[in-house]
Nanobody, 115 residues
Framework: QVQLVESGGGLVQPGGSLRISCAASGSIFGLNAMGWYRQAPGKQRELVATKTNGGSTNYADSLKGRFTISRDNAKNTVDLQMNSLKPEDTAVYYC?????????WGQGTQVTVSS
């Protein structure tokens, strides 16, 4: 049974920083990428960032320069460092792990940016 568990969400003031983490447990065969999506209230889920096993990264255009994704391939973990946070970054952030045949999802962690 594969499980993805996120941690590190919370409340942060505008302009602040937050780091969220995700750890995958269980046997994941053919894992080739991990990353993050987010979903704000009333909006569709959108890609935040992806990092492949080979180190290639992909970010949502609007987040480049503020968010940084990192992975530990050996531990099957993925982190997201978020800087200069804005109220519009408020959302539930979902970790995912993609294999050749399916995608696994975490339960989500709430990030709220508010003064």
């Amino acid at each position: 049974q594969v499980q993805l568990v996120e941690s590190g969400g919370g409340l942060v003031q505008p302009g602040g920083s937050l780091r969220i983490s995700c750890a995958a447990s269980g046997s994941i065969f053919g894992l080739n990428a991990m990353g993050w999506y987010r979903q704000a209230p009333g909006k569709q889920r959108e890609l935040v960032a992806t990092k492949t096993n080979g180190g290639s990264t992909n970010y949502a255009d609007s987040l480049k320069g503020r968010f940084t994704i990192s992975r530990d391939n050996a531990k099957n973990t993925v982190d997201l460092q978020m800087n200069s946070l804005k109220p519009e970054d408020t959302a539930v952030y979902y970790c995912y792990a993609r294999t050749s045949y399916r995608t696994y999802w975490g339960q989500g962690t709430q990030v709220t940016v508010s003064s």
